[in-house]
């Protein structure tokens, strides 16, 4: 089916291990996001991605290294994690990153650091 | 700066009650408006736009949202809500060519 998986959709790790968060998207949208999303904060972006080989940040990059090897795939990578990064995590995609395009979301990896 | 300001954090309503999620950006270009919802345990998706044209925008499950250019408000409205209607909605705002700008979210809470 069409559309755009996340996973793990759970994940629990300890301070200061590297954790990977999966996200793939069927579609071949340009774009790719990635989201935290906390409690009185909203959604934050973390990365995105204008096509494969092209990242850049967004509000909150600290702690966090991403990759876009291929058009479908957009892995972000804890490389040390903090408790501070527990967090539900979401994978967004669109055509284009902006105008009138619509952003579709995957169901989000919850991850919590011990 | 742009910013969107979903005015109300929670919203408690009792079922087949009318309900107003309020939504007001600020930006000096033109915009495009957007509201999503997320359901518990799932991503967010597109409830309804505006792009141009009328003013008044409709999703297919009731709700409603307005564009007001000179309150700069983007107000997200159902005549009666259900209990499955319960969930979380943003507001979002996309300022000219920028990338999408969301608002912190309103929880609404169907009361039996």
């Known amino acids: 089916d069409a559309g755009i998986t996340q996973s793990p959709r759970y994940k629990i790790t300890e301070t200061g291990r590297q954790v990977t968060l999966m996200c793939h998207q069927t579609w071949s949208h340009s774009y790719m996001f990635w989201y935290r999303q906390d409690l009185g904060h909203g959604l934050r972006l973390i990365y995105y991605?204008?096509?494969?080989?092209?990242?850049d940040k967004g509000e909150v990059p600290d702690g966090y290294v991403v990759s876009r090897s291929k058009t479908e795939n957009f892995p972000l990578t804890l490389e040390s994690a903090t408790r501070s990064q527990t967090s539900v995590y979401f994978c967004?995609?669109?055509?284009?990153?902006?105008?009138?395009?619509?952003?579709?979301f995957g169901d989000g990896t919850r991850l919590s650091i011990l | 700066a742009q910013s969107v300001t979903q005015l109300d954090s929670q919203v408690p309503v009792f079922e087949e009650a009318p309900v107003e999620l309020r939504c007001n950006y600020s930006s000096s270009v033109s915009v495009y408006l957007f509201w999503y919802v997320q359901y518990p345990n799932q991503g967010l998706q597109l409830l309804l736009k505006y792009l141009s044209g009328s003013t008044l925008v409709e999703s297919i499950n009731g709700f409603e949202a307005e564009f007001n250019k000179s309150q700069t408000s983007f107000h997200l409205r159902k005549p009666s809500v259900h209990i499955s209607d319960t969930a979380e909605y943003f507001c979002?705002?996309?300022?000219?060519?920028?990338?999408?700008?969301f608002g912190k979210g309103t929880r609404l809470h169907i009361l039996p």
């Open positions: 991605s204008a096509a494969a080989d092209i990242t």
């Open positions: 979002a705002v996309t300022p000219g060519d920028d990338k999408i700008i």
């Open positions: 967004a995609s669109s055509e284009i990153g902006t105008g009138d395009q619509p952003q579709h």
